[in-house]
């Protein structure tokens, strides 16, 4: 299980606007990095990874594996901002 994670410049400064103890939902997430990411460093108290397509939800979920934290994101599969539960997000990532 991997434990330290580098994000590119750009997701960095994505990241690094998050506010500490959001409910983040990543929308579009593709790999999963920034979910796994927050998750790993203590930033958010509950995150959701979404993606339209399954193959990108399934990077985002081997991503989270990788990192042994997939038990603590709730990866969805929708379009935009439909599969999330009302209340669940009070911060969003669309990058």
Known sequence: MKTQMTLSPRLAAVA??????????????????????????????????????????????LTAEAYGVSNQIRFILAPGLAGLKAGEADAVVMA
């Open 16 to 61: 690094a606007c998050i506010p500490q103890g959001s409910r983040l939902a990543d929308i579009g997430t593709d790999h999963g990095r920034i979910p796994v990411w927050c998750v790993l460093h203590h930033v958010t108290s509950s995150t959701a990874a979404s993606d339209i397509r399954e193959l990108p939800l399934q990077r985002a979920r």
